[in-house]
C-alpha cells in the first residue's frame, strides 16, 4: 500500500467511526469562516489593499482566538487501520498556513500535507484546507491553548476510546 493510501484508509476509518451520531443542530452557518490567508482584505480608507495579517493585528482576534499566539506546532500519535499508530506533527503558522507530517510506525512510507488554515465555531475548531485538492479538509476541535482534537468530516468529535489528541509541542521562544 502506498503511504497516501494507508494514510486515506486511517482517515477514513477514523471518520466512519463518528458517522453513526446525528448531525448537529449547532453547525457552523456558511460564510462563518475567518480567513487568514490567501484572501484579499478590504482596501483601506486610501483606497491601498491591506495585508490580511495588519487586519487581524489591528482587529479582535478572529472568531475569539489570538491566531498568532495560538500558531505553533501540535504533535501526537493518532490511530492507524494497519500499523501500531501514525506519529502525526501539524504546524500552525501565523500567516494562515499549515504542513503536516506524518510517519508511519513500523513502516518506512511517511506523507506531508500543507495548506491553509481558518477558524470557526468563535474559536472552538480549526479547519486545515489543503493545497491538494486530491485530500478533504480536516477538522480539529480547540480543546485547550495546548491541545487539539482530530473532528469526522462534519465537525463533531470521533466516538472511540482511541487517542486522536495532538499537544502543544515545545516551542522556541517568542
Known amino acids: 500500500m502506498t ?18 451520531k446525528p448531525a448537529s443542530d449547532d453547525a457552523a452557518p456558511a460564510g462563518d469562516t475567518a480567513p487568514l490567508a490567501n484572501e484579499a482584505a478590504e482596501p483601506a480608507a486610501d483606497g491601498q489593499p491591506t495585508d490580511v495579517l495588519k487586519a487581524v493585528d489591528n482587529a479582535p482576534a478572529p472568531e475569539g482566538l489570538d491566531v498568532r499566539a495560538f500558531a505553533g506546532s501540535f504533535s ?42 481558518t477558524v470557526e465555531e468563535a474559536g472552538k ?7 491538494s485538492k486530491d485530500e478533504q479538509d480536516r477538522l480539529l476541535e480547540v480543546v485547550s491553548n495546548d491541545e487539539l482534537r482530530m473532528l469526522d468530516a462534519d465537525g463533531n468529535a470521533i466516538e472511540s476510546g482511541l487517542n486522536y489528541t495532538l499537544t502543544r509541542t515545545a516551542a522556541a521562544a517568542r
Request: a negative charge; hydrophobic letters at 35%.
Open 3 to 20: 503511504p497516501r493510501l494507508l494514510f486515506a484508509t486511517a482517515l477514513c476509518a477514523a471518520l466512519l467511526t463518528g458517522c453513526n
Open 125 to 131: 475548531r480549526i479547519r486545515l484546507d489543503p493545497n
Open 76 to 117: 501526537g500519535t493518532i490511530p492507524c487501520a494497519d500499523c501500531p499508530g501514525i506519529d502525526s506533527t501539524l504546524t500552525l503558522d501565523a500567516d494562515g498556513s499549515y504542513t503536516t507530517h506524518d510517519v508511519y510506525q513500523e513502516r518506512d512510507a511517511s506523507f506531508d500535507s500543507s495548506g491553509t488554515w
